[in-house]
């Protein structure tokens, strides 16, 4: 091989380096002024180049995932922000009732000592004791209409709880609009008077939680835009109306309205008109975002009250609305047995006080404990099993115990205050079970008995 032959082998072996992304290579310069120098010059010069390039590309890889995790968690910010400027309301709506229930607990606790005092000193006579247990009586309804009310709100939160991974069903629009100003009625009345205008309208398919995001961000919105201590002269809107396959939510205002110049920005991320401490400018991105996964419109125009008029338009779906079944049991004359999981001691204990009347209760105070119950006496006519419990959880007790006995998948009922967890939403979304959601009244799950 001549010399010129092995500097041309150099040559290709440098270039094949330089295809295979290895820039780190270079062609021997032996300064003699050949056309061979030359091009070994032009080499690693084009190496020296395509490794900055590189670089400059990896780093602005690097960058743009970066700024994409940025703008996720910024998004999720986004979606928290009106429920966040909701906190207020929500705690009023909780606190109150749960103040009404500390006191109507020492009407009864005051009542029962006065009774025992009574007893003790033998002066306790039949008006005494009507009179006491009437008081009770009013007391107790009280805490159960209190009760009641947290019921509503912590339901209605929980419509926020897991919108991510929610599937399309169904969807009732105004029990969204009903639900969404359950939590906001508190923070809005003290900046204008919440109108709601609900006719029947058809169902629309789509997720329950994020339209409750499109709901209660537009109304957040809309009490943003009047100003706070004049509820008395300004309005704020919520309607549905429909025409043909399709259902319009609007949201209407007394505020100053959109300015023409705005209305084309209005729904970019980041574009707000409003103090920095009233958010980013991602709430309404955010709702026309969803809107557009759901196949409809939004749109912002003058509104007939003077201000603004948010309008969303979905399409409706084309399934007929079908009410969920339960499945039904029938006891006989016999009494009917239930077992009771859950790793609440006092939930057990009340409960199983509740029920000891109308049936014969078993206690397991984990899923550990009712898997050793059921696999030596599977014969209950109703399973009620806590959904999340530390070790073995609910759905674990159930699938392992249907697994060997069938039968029994028919007999359970879950209770749960919310199904935190990935693996508990999954589980309630793929299995045809029946859900208690607490708080919930005694009498839902004698009727569950009774068939």
């Known amino acids: 091989m001549t010399e010129q032959d092995a500097r041309l082998e150099q040559l290709l072996e440098t270039m094949l380096g330089i295809a295979r992304q290895d820039f780190e290579v270079k062609a021997p310069v032996r300064d003699d002024g050949s056309v061979t120098d030359a091009i070994a010059v032009g080499l690693n010069m084009l190496a020296e180049e395509l490794r900055g390039e590189v670089a400059s590309r990896r780093d602005l890889e690097r960058a743009h995932e970066e700024l994409q995790h940025t703008q996720a968690q910024l998004v999720h910010a986004g979606k928290l922000a009106a429920i966040g400027q909701l906190a207020a309301g929500v705690a009023h709506e909780v606190n109150n009732p749960i103040q009404g229930v500390q006191f109507c607990l020492s009407i009864l606790q005051r009542a029962h000592a006065q009774m025992l005092e009574g007893i003790a000193a033998g002066t306790l006579d039949a008006e005494q004791v009507r009179a006491r247990l009437t008081s009770s009586d009013v007391a107790i309804r009280d805490a159960q209409e209190a009760i009641e009310r947290v019921r509503g709100v912590t339901s209605a939160l929980q419509t926020f709880a897991r919108v991510d991974d929610e599937a399309f069903t169904s969807v009732s629009l105004a029990e969204v609009v009903r639900v969404a100003c359950r939590l906001g009625e508190s923070t809005v009345r003290s900046r204008a008077r919440l109108e709601l205008d609900l006719p029947p309208v058809p169902l629309v398919k789509g997720s329950r939680g994020k339209l409750g995001q499109v709901v209660t961000n537009l109304l957040v919105n809309a009490s943003q835009a009047v100003p706070e201590g004049t509820p008395e002269s300004h309005t704020i809107r919520l309607s549905l109306s429909s025409i043909g396959d399709q259902v319009t939510f609007a949201v209407d205002d007394t505020g100053p309205g959109v300015p023409l110049g705005d209305r084309l920005r209005i729904f970019e ?32 125009s003058d509104s007939t009250l003077g201000g603004a008029r948010f309008e969303v338009v979905l399409p409706v779906t084309r399934e007929d609305a079908v009410e969920p079944s339960s499945s039904s049991s029938s006891f006989g004359v016999t009494r009917p047995r239930v077992l009771l999981i859950d790793d609440e001691e006092v939930i057990l204990r009340v409960l199983e006080a509740l029920l000891v009347d109308d049936c014969d209760v078993v206690t397991a105070r984990s899923g550990q404990e009712a898997l050793g119950v059921l696999g030596d006496d599977a014969s209950f006519d109703l399973v009620v099993c806590d959904l999340q419990m530390a070790g073995i959880d609910g759905p674990k007790v159930y699938e392992t115990v249907v697994a060997h006995t069938p039968a029994l998948a028919a007999r359970f009922v879950f209770a749960t205050g919310g ?12 299995t045809p079970v029946r859900v208690l959601h607490k708080p919930f009244r005694v009498d839902k799950l004698l009727e569950l008995l009774r068939g």
Do not use: N, Q
Not at 280 to 293: F, R, T
Not at 419 to 430: I, Q, Y
């Open 419 to 430: 199904a935190v967890t990935a693996r508990c939403r999954t589980f309630l979304d793929e």
């Open 269 to 300: 991320p980041f574009f707000t008109t409003k103090p920095a401490e009233l958010g980013m400018g991602l709430g309404l991105s955010l709702v026309a975002e969803i809107v557009k996964a759901h196949g409809g419109t939004l749109s912002v």
